[in-house]
């Protein structure tokens, strides 16, 4: 998918089979837990939109326009979202370690003026969030957890950059730099980073997407052997790695009570926690990517363990798909969530709609409409949020006008 590579379906790649143990393993090690004051439950029917900055893919169009252009193409974004009946705007403010906010821990982004740490001259963030409440919308910050750079030349980056000051919690993998989850330090300064935004500004909520550790590159190697020997306190170099994002989610969690306790906090994870084949709790699916086993992400265990207000699985895949059904996941993500306090969105591909290279499903306008009309089957399913922002504008075959039209003929409740 343009400028956005974890949205993608999944292919084929070798498993590998983590026993089923393991995230109860894991759970035990971290604890459960327990009752946090101040949570606030996801509103109903969420309609929300995302909109991407990483590569310019929404907003800016493109880097190094005027504050003025960037402040229109932004407004005009939620004006959008109020036109298709919308609620809730999903805005990408720290797209590879570096923020559209006045932050003090990390660099202002180079897709606002093309070079990393320049100031635009306005304060999107938190524009975005003023505009937004004033026309009833709610605003998330979208946030890249460990993604430094889509490239993986270290002096690239601003001389300031945390990055470059602590080369140690950095890794290239895949012709990129990550922050290495197994180094404690580099976790914290994570969520200092994304907790800044929070302290700064009302936002609605808090979303980290589907990168934790990366998708695996064929052929390489996540090099944090180093982390490992000095962290790994005896654990499989699996469990380890998923203790890692285990703590910065429950961590995160937790001090957005403290921060700022009416803002949600919540995870869009690629699609599959786990194939049926590796784990009998698993969906009845064949991905070739799992979060549990590739991205070193228990979903399934915050979920359980409380740690997120919500949890919106990119199912962009169509109704009868093999490998992964569409009407097959969203009925395993309901049966997740029952029964507990944690609300579930569905991620839907409106950029599939209409493109030739998608398959014949995705040219049927009807697609997208059949999915919320299946979702409202379930009970547990508490809204949507539509990929991306110029999808929805180019509105390709009128697939999300039809969804409008059929699901979203009233206005949405006012934030």
């Known amino acids: 998918m343009p400028a956005q590579p974890s949205r993608r379906a999944a292919g084929p790649t070798r498993r590998r089979l983590i026993a089923a143990g393991a995230a109860a393993a894991t759970g035990m090690l971290l604890g459960a837990a327990a009752p946090v004051p101040g949570r606030r439950a996801a509103r109903p029917q969420l309609r929300g939109l995302w909109a991407a900055s990483v590569n310019n893919a929404d907003w800016p169009s493109k880097p190094g326009l005027s504050a003025d252009v960037q402040r229109n193409e932004l407004t005009g974004i939620l ?93 290239r993998y895949g012709g990129k730099l990550y922050y290495n989850p197994g180094v404690p330090e580099a976790r914290a300064h994570v969520e200092e980073a994304v907790l800044d935004a929070v302290r700064r500004y009302p936002v609605d909520g808090l979303h980290f997407d589907d990168y934790f550790y990366p998708y695996p590159v064929k052929g390489q190697r996540f090099d944090d052997e180093e982390a490992f020997a000095a962290n790994g306190d005896g654990l499989e170099l699996a469990d380890w790695r998923r203790r890692n994002v285990d703590l910065l989610v429950s961590e995160v969690y937790q001090r957005i009570r403290t921060v700022r306790s009416g803002t949600v906090f919540g995870v869009s994870p690629f699609g599959v926690w786990r194939n049926r084949s590796a784990d009998e709790a698993g969906s009845a699916t064949t991905a070739g990517v799992q979060t549990f086993d590739d991205l070193y992400a228990d979903t399934r265990s915050w979920i359980r363990q409380g740690w997120i207000d919500y949890i919106a699985p990119q199912l962009y895949w169509p109704i009868g798909f093999k490998a992964a059904d569409y009407a ?70 009128g697939a999300f006008a039809g969804l409008v039209k059929d699901h979203y003929q009233q206005s949405a409740p006012a934030v």
């Open 328 to 397: 097959t996941l969203v009925e395993w993500w309901s049966r997740q969530v029952d029964g507990t306090e944690v609300a579930l969105h569905i991620g839907e591909a409106v950029y599939r709609a209409g493109d030739p290279a998608q398959g014949a499903a995705w040219q049927d306008p009807a697609e997208l409409s059949r999915h919320l009309t299946l979702c409202a089957r379930y009970p547990q399913v508490k809204g949507n949020i539509h990929y991306n922002a110029s999808a929805v504008l180019r509105n390709r075959i």
């Open 79 to 171: 004006d959008m979202a109020v036109r298709n009946r919308l609620n809730a705007v999903f805005l990408q403010v720290r797209p590879s370690a570096d923020t559209c906010w006045p932050s003090t821990v990390e660099p202002w982004s180079k897709y606002l003026t093309g070079t990393q740490g320049r100031d635009p001259g306005w304060d999107p963030l938190g524009t975005a969030v003023t505009e937004a409440h004033r026309r009833g919308l709610q605003l998330h910050a979208w946030m890249n957890p460990y993604r430094i750079s889509l490239d993986d030349r270290l002096e690239a980056l601003v001389p300031a950059h945390p990055a470059r000051r602590n080369p140690d919690w950095v890794v």
